[in-house]
């Protein structure tokens, strides 16, 4: 099991590098981006996809990531190595906090609470001038010599994406996982059958809120800057929107679905400032007609052509394609 | 300057109390939109994030309608009476041509069905009526102050204050006190029974969400006077309202209210004693609800189990 994961992950990221090698300089931003956001996808789809639960707060992880970096880099001047391993866990801290909160509540109580606290942490980082910088943000971060180079800081944030992808992919295929889903299918069953339901909800709360503060982490590295809109709720709606149009109960969904949305905005934004309007009506249309994301319709099709009797678990299927296929 | 002044400035016992009117003024606007939302709740299941949208309509409505009549002394008159009406039929569609294909769906999809009418509303409204913040004149006939209890208070909050009640009461009179109400409430406690007795049921999430829509419209309509009008006023006020409606117990109409007046009430307060995260001081009572009492101060402990 590990040599396979290890063997994955080693294709993996020479495949990355190889192509990160290849693209100029815009290409380059333009794809760490996508990987960051891929990543972000991903710790989101933890909670969407195979929990079931519905997190519009998601982003202010995401943001505190960031700013606990940015904070401990020019107010407490800790070396850069320090700041880079204390900011995923002072965000799981946080995550672990409000989650004691969030998860004693179900469906639209959940979504209601986590954006709640979302907009708490964003309203605090937003007004909160003296620490923070408000709105201004806090720009020109300092970074480890090694990381500054952009060739260099790419090898990183490929190598810490794929680590971290596997990792999920890894949690999601175990019994953890399987818990997980459990509970998303049928909370009272998972309960009736011991499942300590709030523990493990808590427990991947704390997780997926890690994971979106690495990927905030690293996006904040790249731009050397941090602002209170990496926390605002369209930062959510935008890993919400990429989680289902991949295809929310498949594991690659989230990345297929970051490629797209990240490319897309890319390349609308020399055209138009309303993303949100464009953001909402994909997502929209998912919800109504495409509720299986690309990855999903894609599957569903490779099984009908396939023939054989569907395997009685979803995950057997796309194991088949393997930790190869984070390339996304 | 005397700087020590500032320091030692205790809020005096006529500040407080036009604070406290500040507050109940706040308090019946949160309770038009959180007594829709709860009913929706209630009745349709449904956890509408677009609530905060159409209130965020209505005032902007009443802004159109202010520059079309340009400044009429009618004109708030005719905004109150048509923009609502025009937001409830915002609302029908939005039940009839995109909820109404997912009532079977699972719940996820609800909720992610009307935020993304969040989105796009959030959007539309700056595209039709530009970033920058707009304002409705008060109506001229209240655009005075009268003094109350010896405290000067603007006459126009003091008529929001005084038409609260009245909205809180016919809306409790339709609930329990008609054959709509019945109906309606009927639903609410069991769908297919309903159906089964005869019940037209799509028809009622319909009218439902129309209400909702409605109040949330003539909230909308009522605070654009008093508050900046703003594309972001859609988050804040569903954010309020939601935690009125946590506070007050889902789905409950009582709950709505009394939620209202603690929400708007702490805030005006809080807001002395933290200024501008007057948000933080109602999250810490909701916070303490959650604990002490998950399903709302007059909610049913059933109801959460039952979602």
Redesign the interface.
Known sequence: MWRSGAWHWLVAVAVLFTLSLLLGDFYRHLGMTVLIMALFALSYNLL?GET?L?S?GHAAFFGVGGYTYALLATKVGTPALVNIVLAPIATALIALLVGY?CV??????F???T???G??IY??TF?WYSFTGGDNGIVGLPAPPLLIPPGNYAVFVIFVVVTCGIALWRLAHSPFGQALRIMRENRERAEFIGIPVRRLRLIVFTIAGGFAGIAGLLFALLNRQVFPDDMY??QT?QV?VMS?LGGIFTFLGPVVGAFIVTVLQYWIATYTI????I???I??LC??FF?QGIVGSLQERLKHRLAPPPSPSPLKGEGTGGGGLVVG | MDFTSLFTWVPGPQFLFAQLLNGLTRSMLLFLVSSGLTLI?GVMG??NFAHGSLYMLGAYGSFTMGTLLGGAPSSFLLAVAVVPLAIALVGGLIERL?LR??YE?????Q???T??????????V??IWGPETRGVPKPTVLAGAVTLLGTIYPSYNLLILILGPFLAFGLWFLLYHTAFGKVVRATALDREMANALGINVPRIFTLVFMLGAWLAGLAGVLTAPIGAITPTMD?SI??ES??VV?IGG?GSFWGALLGALIVGVIQAFGILIVP??A??SI?AI??LV??LR?WGLLGNPRA?LA?
Request: proline share 2%.
């Open positions: 969407l079931g519905v519009f909160f004693r509540l179900h469906g639209i109580l979504s209601m609470l954006l709640a606290f907009q708490v309203t605090v007004q709720w369209a709606a919400l289902l309303y993303w949100l309007l953001l909402g009506t997502l929209l919800v109504l509720p | 709740l449904v956890a995109l294909r997912i769906a699972e719940g996820v999809m909720i992610l069905l935020y993304a009418v969040v989105l796009m509303v959030a959007d539309l700056r595209l988050l569903i954010v939601f935690v946590v889902l501008r995260m948000l933080i999250f909701m916070a959650l604990i998950p959460l979602r």
